[in-house]
């Protein structure tokens, strides 16, 4: 199949999901994920009005080039892993919330992950069913999931992470959409063993004070791999050093709503993981939903990368 057949295909199999986005009042998906649709190393994406194409490998060709902006329109090339100037911020909507964004900047990836969409619906629906709940966003990047959080009613929503330049990002989303939330530009590890009453490795290292607290919904949403001054992140070896200390932040009634957006770990067995981590931690799961990813992310081995599931 051409490419040009793979992306109006792929354009008339989001058709239900656009519907859907547009009554949600979100302006930015996937259009075409090529890893799962016919061309590998290629991904075009629609955040509000810029149409973002990002490449994995070799570029396409003059014939391709023409082909995808035939069927999407003119669009905005990143090559991964090269030096590209910067272009302007705009920004894009999800669920009617207002989100900055820049197609190209000095960072690895897009300042909102279009494939943690189902898990942002999801925690919005948690804290729905949560009135005056408090909120626990670690890992929290641009604080998208912070603002959802807080729009949905969340009584307070507290943001982690150790990156001055996401944190930022995310205070301005905060002021956009006129919500008020807590930022901790701290370590995970440091912020959240804290958080759960556990003792933190300083390694030499000046602990920031964080005060113990507990949260009715939390969610974690790691890297796959970093390293920090009280730990290392590492989702394919070490889920449970970031598992448990998330986990002993719940209140009993509370909810946990994590993800492992690794090829390398299996559902069942990230999910098994997490139980034996918190059975360890003398608080056995009772209850793990999973969450299925929409429709603009498929995946051609039924086993995509990235697993969403909540834990009770």
């Known amino acids: 199949m051409s490419l040009a057949e793979s992306l109006h295909r792929a354009k008339a199999n989001r058709q239900p999901l656009l519907s859907l ?57 990143r090559q991964r892993g090269s030096s590209q100037a910067p272009t302007k911020p705009s920004r894009c909507r999800e669920r009617d919330l207002s989100f900055a964004f820049q197609a190209i900047h000095d960072g690895i990836d897009p300042w909102l992950f279009l494939d943690l969409r189902a898990g942002r619906r999801k925690l919005v629906q948690l804290v729905k069913e949560r009135p005056d709940c408090a909120v626990l966003n670690t890992f929290s990047y641009t604080a998208t999931a912070g603002v959802m959080a807080a729009a949905a009613g969340a009584r307070r929503v507290v943001n982690v992470d150790h990156a001055r330049q996401w944190t930022r990002i995310g205070r301005e989303n905060a002021r956009e959409n006129d919500v008020q939330m807590t930022f901790l530009q701290v370590d995970y590890f440091a912020a959240v063993r804290q958080m759960a009453g556990l003792k933190v ?24 791999l970093a390293k920090g001054p009280f730990g290392a992140v590492d989702i394919v070896n070490d889920y449970a050093s970031l598992f448990k200390p998330a986990w002993l932040t719940l209140n009993e009634d509370g909810a946990l709503l994590a993800t492992n957006h690794s090829a390398r770990v299996s559902l069942d067995d990230w999910l098994e993981a997490c139980r034996r981590c918190a059975a360890k931690a003398g608080r056995p799961v009772r209850d793990i939903e999973v969450v299925e990813g929409d429709a603009d992310f498929p995946s051609f081995d039924s086993a995509p990368p990235l697993k969403v599931a909540v834990f009770r």
């Open 21 to 77: 986005l547009a009554a949600e009042q979100t302006d930015c998906y996937r259009l075409f994920h090529g890893v799962a649709e016919g061309r590998p190393g290629l991904a075009i994406d629609r955040y509000g009005k810029t149409l973002l194409g990002q490449l994995w490998g070799d570029p396409l060709d003059a014939e391709e080039l023409e082909a995808v902006e035939d069927a999407m329109g003119p669009v905005i090339w």
């Open 201 to 224: 490795g300083r390694k030499g290292r000046k602990l920031p004070r964080v005060v113990r607290e507990r949260f009715d919904v939390v969610l974690l949403d790691p890297p796959t």
